[in-house]
Each structure stands twice: as structure tokens, then as C-alpha cells.
């Protein structure tokens, strides 16, 4: 009984990879899951990718502005 249950796993598994590999499909898979599930996730981090550069952006311009004040002493 196990030998026909891993058997037709294996069946199943072989008959979907093949068909995903299809041109077509991994087309469709592109644009119905992978593009939408990027763009989903880069719109809900976007603000936080902000909010790092800004926080970089500042902690250099003060590292910065430090650095001249103690070379001007």
C-alpha cells in the first residue's frame, strides 16, 4: 500500500514539475503570483526603506558637521 501512495506522489510530482516548466505556465506564475507578491511587498516596506536612508542620511550629515567642528577647534 505504501509503495502505491509513494508511487503515485511520485507520479504527481514528475506530471506538475513538467508542467510548470512549460513556458506558458511560468509565464502566468510571473505575472499572477510573483509580480503581484513583489509589488505588495515593496509597497508595504517602501516607507520603512525611507525612514532607514533619511536616518543614514542624517547620522552623516551630524558625523559630519561634528568632524568640522572639531577641526575648526
Known amino acids: 500500500m505504501t509503495s502505491v501512495i509513494s508511487n503515485l506522489t511520485k507520479q504527481i510530482l514528475d506530471r506538475s514539475i513538467i508542467e510548470i516548466k512549460k513556458e506558458e505556465n511560468i509565464m502566468r506564475i ?22 532607514t536612508a533619511a536616518l543614514f542620511i542624517l547620522t552623516f550629515l551630524i558625523a559630519l558637521i561634528i568632524l568640522i567642528v572639531l ?3
Open 30 to 51: 510571473k505575472t499572477e503570483i510573483i509580480n503581484p507578491l513583489i509589488e505588495y511587498s515593496l509597497g508595504r516596506i517602501y516607507p520603512y526603506i525611507i525612514i
Open 71 to 73: 577641526l575648526r577647534k
